[in-house]
Structure formats: structure tokens, C-alpha cells
């Protein structure tokens, strides 16, 4: 009796021990999905960081050219302000403005103002894109347009995709749908990169949407690599990667999955090798009263 009493209380122990242990492990894995989230936003700055330096780089040496030309300007109307005050004749000026180059500099002057100009809106457009993507001051469930969300991550992207794809986009018709829109643009981003990393040289990705009654569907097409039949079951598997230490975490497909289910939605996947991959997300277009509250 004493006997059963004993090992009873030794599995009670046991019992709870592993209790904890799993609690441990919960928080480890929440820990790591945290890490992920900001790995991502890592690699989204360096990629936005490369896209804004360039502009910024051409606007500050414009600058720096502008600045002499207004002086050599202000200069060559000095001498006509004294050639003007004495009455005299100008081969002065013309000599100065021959040798500073007048004719040049009235042409650079115009286009160097232009390029700035259009550097200044490619950097505007960027930030703007970046509010969109992240939403920053709106984390709530709210109706949004679905193609915004695209085309801002989209950017927000472009720099992993366009040297690999062409973005075709085959946009249907979609009414705003009841969402959190920076998550979604997260489940968009993960399948963008996805999609670029299975294209090993030059591909295309295709972007469609389209609606059925009550739901959207918005699918993200690729030419890559495609998924090995044995892997299909395991993608969505937090940590399943295929990809070498240092590239990936498999930590992209989970998160999506997890994200579609908030939504009440479904992620389903058609893979061919050697031809490709489609992930389609399927959604309600409102959320069910408790969901959403
Ligand atoms: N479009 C795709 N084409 C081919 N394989 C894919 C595609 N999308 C996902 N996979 C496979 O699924 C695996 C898991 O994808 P997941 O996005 O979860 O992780 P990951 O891309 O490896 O790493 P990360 O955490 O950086 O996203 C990938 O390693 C890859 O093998
Ligand atoms: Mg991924």
C-alpha cells in the first residue's frame, strides 16, 4: 500500500515537473517567435536603409554642386553689378563667364534640380510605404483594402525580389475586408520572400486576388524551385527550414499560419518541382462579432 502511495506521489511529481517544463518551453518558443519578428524587421531596414541611402546619396552630392554653381552665379553677377555701376563695357563678364563655364552651369543647374527633386519623392514615397506596410499607430481590427496592403509590402520588399522577379500582378475585384492589416502585410511579406528565395535565377512572381461572397482569396504565385512532396506536411512546422543556418528560421510559415487562423481564415499550398508554388490565403471579409471585439 505504501508502496502505491509512493510511486503515486512520485508520477504526481513527475506530473507537475513536466508541467513546468512545458510551460518553459511555451515561453522559449514565444521568446523565439518575438527574436523572429525582429530578425524580420532587421533585414526590412537594411533593405529600406539601402533603398533610401541611394536617393539621399545623389540629393546630398546635388546639393554640394548646387552650392558651388551659386556662388560662380553670384560672382559673375557681381561684375556685371560693377560693370553696370562704371558704365563700361562687359568683356569682363565674358570672359568670367567663360571661364566659369555660364553655359554648363545654366543646363546643369536645371536637370541637377529636377533629379533632386525626384530623389526627394522616391525617399517620400519609401516612408510612406514603410507607414503603410507597418501601420504603425493602428494595431486594432479595422476595414481595409487588401491591394494597399500588397503594394506597400511590395515595396517594402523590393529589394529581396527584384533581382530575382517580375511582379505580375493580377488584381481582382476586392471590397475592404475586416482585419489587423499589419499582420496580414506580415503574412504577405513572408510569402513574397519565400517566393523570391525558391527562385534561384530569374523568375516571375504573380500577385492575384479575387472575391467568392463572403470571402477574398489572395494568392502568391512563383516559378522557383518548388516543395519536395515528403516537405508539404512540415512547412508550416515552427523552426521546418530547408534553408542553410544563418538564412532562414522556418519560423516565416508558422507565423502566417497562425496569423490566417486570427483571421478565421485558411492558407492552403500547390507546389510542383522544378515548376513552382502557390500559396493561396483565403479570408471572411468581416469577422464574426466576438472574434473582432
Ligand atoms: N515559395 C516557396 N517555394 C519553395 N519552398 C518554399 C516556399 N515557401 C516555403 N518553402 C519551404 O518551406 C520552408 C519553411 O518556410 P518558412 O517561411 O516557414 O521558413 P524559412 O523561409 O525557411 O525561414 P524564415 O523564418 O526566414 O521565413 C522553407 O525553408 C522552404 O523549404
Ligand atoms: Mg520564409
Request: glycine residues 8%; contains cysteine.
Amino acid at each position: 500500500m505504501q508502496l502505491l502511495k509512493d510511486s503515486n506521489h512520485l508520477l504526481e511529481k513527475r506530473g507537475e515537473e513536466q508541467q513546468g517544463l512545458i510551460k518553459k518551453l511555451h515561453e522559449a518558443q514565444n521568446q523565439l517567435l518575438q527574436s523572429e519578428k525582429l530578425a524580420s524587421i532587421g533585414q526590412l531596414a537594411a533593405g529600406v536603409a539601402h533603398e533610401i541611402n541611394n536617393p539621399v546619396g545623389f540629393i546630398n552630392s546635388n546639393i554640394g554642386s548646387l552650392e558651388r554653381y551659386l556662388k560662380n552665379l553670384f560672382v559673375i553677377l557681381d561684375a556685371y553689378e560693377k560693370a553696370e555701376a562704371q558704365g563700361t563695357e562687359c568683356a569682363a563678364v565674358k570672359t568670367l563667364k567663360e571661364q566659369l563655364d555660364y553655359a554648363y552651369l545654366k543646363e546643369d543647374v536645371v536637370s541637377l534640380i529636377e533629379e533632386t527633386r525626384d530623389g526627394v519623392a522616391r525617399v517620400k514615397k519609401i516612408v510612406q510605404d514603410l507607414k503603410d506596410f507597418s501601420h504603425v499607430d493602428e494595431a486594432e481590427w479595422q476595414w481595409a483594402d487588401l491591394h494597399k496592403g500588397l503594394d506597400s509590402t511590395l515595396n517594402v520588399v523590393n529589394n529581396e525580389i527584384k533581382y530575382k522577379a517580375e511582379v505580375v500582378k493580377e488584381y481582382g475585384e476586392l471590397p475592404p475586408v475586416e482585419c489587423l492589416p499589419s499582420q496580414l502585410n506580415q503574412v504577405f511579406m513572408n510569402l513574397l520572400v519565400n517566393a523570391a528565395h525558391a527562385i534561384a535565377e530569374r523568375g516571375t512572381i504573380t500577385l492575384r486576388t479575387g472575391g467568392v461572397g463572403e470571402e477574398v482569396w489572395v494568392e502568391v504565385a512563383d516559378t522557383g524551385s518548388g516543395i519536395a512532396p515528403e516537405n508539404m506536411k512540415r512547412i508550416f512546422d515552427p523552426f521546418f527550414t530547408t534553408k542553410p543556418v544563418g538564412k532562414g528560421t522556418g519560423l516565416g510559415l508558422s507565423l502566417s499560419y497562425g496569423i490566417v487562423q486570427k483571421h478565421h481564415g485558411r492558407i492552403e499550398v500547390q507546389s510542383e518541382q522544378g515548376r513552382g508554388t502557390t500559396f493561396r490565403i483565403t479570408l471572411p471579409v468581416r469577422q464574426a462579432e466576438a472574434a473582432a471585439a
